[in-house]
């Protein structure tokens, strides 16, 4: 079911008055940070982290907040991508293999079927540390499911110091900028050329994209056992294989009797795309992000590993690409671009 978070309904009491004095506190101190100009100068400007990164000042507050508040469990999982890399998908597939129950078909399905996969798995710095509150997550039951985009750097410590496991979703940069455009442009007009200039420069939300990737994937090959890397490029080339590596991980692998029965395949084709996109939930009805009622459709788009051929120009693409050779140089990370790529791996 969709995680409810006991708040305080705008009651005044000492820990209210407590919460309220926090994020005020972090409201001052982002109000030091340096500023960005918005995408084209019509949304709200960008507050650059010390750490580099930038977000709008709401979701930094937010961010600094959960970073001295959340106290994560060893039992946790935390799921990490960068905006547009397929987080609607993999939430929905995180959901429901941590989930499943032997009535996997009467229980999960219809949760998913019911609930946008961002109600299911919500997001610390836009949906749980929000409206100048501290929720009490002590009664959630195991196991904890959270997203987020912040970047390793700037996560609560209890991440690492727990033990809880990681997710973490890459997908090819080319089309994750290019599914980010697309999804800005939902709210203002921006010019392509722009947009690449501000990706290229690090300019981003929550990024350089680069570094945010280069954070997780050390942390993975440090501790493989505690982070988990996935591309979305190998998640469409096999979501079913994927699916299993993904429930595997987390401590909750498909049985040999529910593989026989289908089980991991009515949950793959349960959160394709094609299935999601359908649903009443995706097509009429809104969740809140940021404090606002944001339409879910907004989160589907195409989904289709190398879009960004329909977009870019040979010369923009090669400098995203020349800047993902030279970043990720001597890191042994090497992400797969096409499906027949993929195939030889």
């Known amino acids: 079911m969709a995680t409810v978070f006991p708040r305080d309904a705008g009651v005044s009491t000492p820990e209210a008055d407590e919460a309220k004095k926090i994020y005020d506190e972090a409201r001052r101190v982002v109000s030091t940070y340096e500023t960005v100009p918005s995408p084209s100068g019509t949304l709200q400007d960008y507050c650059r982290h010390p750490s580099g990164w930038c977000i709008t000042l709401p979701i930094m507050v937010s961010s600094m907040v959960a970073e001295q508040h959340f106290e994560a469990r060893g039992t946790d999982v935390l799921l990490v991508t960068m905006p547009k890399s397929g987080t609607t998908w993999i939430k929905a597939l995180l959901y429901a293999a941590a989930h499943r129950t032997d009535d996997t078909s009467s229980s999960i399905l219809r949760q998913l079927a019911s609930h946008n996969s961002h109600q299911l798995v919500p997001f610390l710095e836009a949906q749980v540390y929000t409206k100048d509150q501290i929720p009490d997550l002590s009664s959630l039951p195991a196991p904890r499911l959270f997203a987020t985009h912040i970047p390793a750097e700037s996560l609560p410590p209890s991440v690492v110091a727990s033990g809880c496991k990681v997710v973490y979703l890459c997908r090819d940069p080319k089309d994750c900028f290019v ?5 800005m442009n939902k709210f203002t007009p921006w010019d392509i050329d722009e947009a690449h ?42 979501p079913l294989g994927q699916l299993r590596r993904l ?8 049985t040999p009797g529910e593989q026989e029965a289908g089980v991991d395949r ?78 030889k791996i």
Request: charged share 25%; hydrophobic share 40%; with cysteine.
């Open 197 to 238: 200039g501000r990706f290229c420069e690090g300019v981003s939300l929550y990024g350089p994209f680069w570094e945010h990737v280069l954070s997780y994937w050390r942390w993975h090959v440090d501790r493989p056992g505690q982070v988990l890397f996935l591309t979305y490029e190998e998640l469409s080339a096999d």
């Open 247 to 254: 429930a595997e991980f987390i401590g909750r692998p498909f």
């Open 266 to 343: 009515e949950i793959a084709e349960a959160c394709a795309m094609k299935s999601m996109v359908n649903q009443e939930v995706n097509q009429s009805r809104t969740t809140e992000i940021v404090e606002m009622p944001i339409p879910n459709g907004i989160f589907f788009r195409r989904g289709v590993v190398g879009d960004w051929t329909n977009y870019l120009t040979p010369e923009m693409a090669g400098r995203i690409d020349e800047i993902t050779k030279s970043k990720f140089e001597g890191s042994g990370l090497m992400l797969p671009k096409t499906i027949s790529e993929i195939s």
């Open 179 to 183: 599914s980010l455009w697309h999804f």
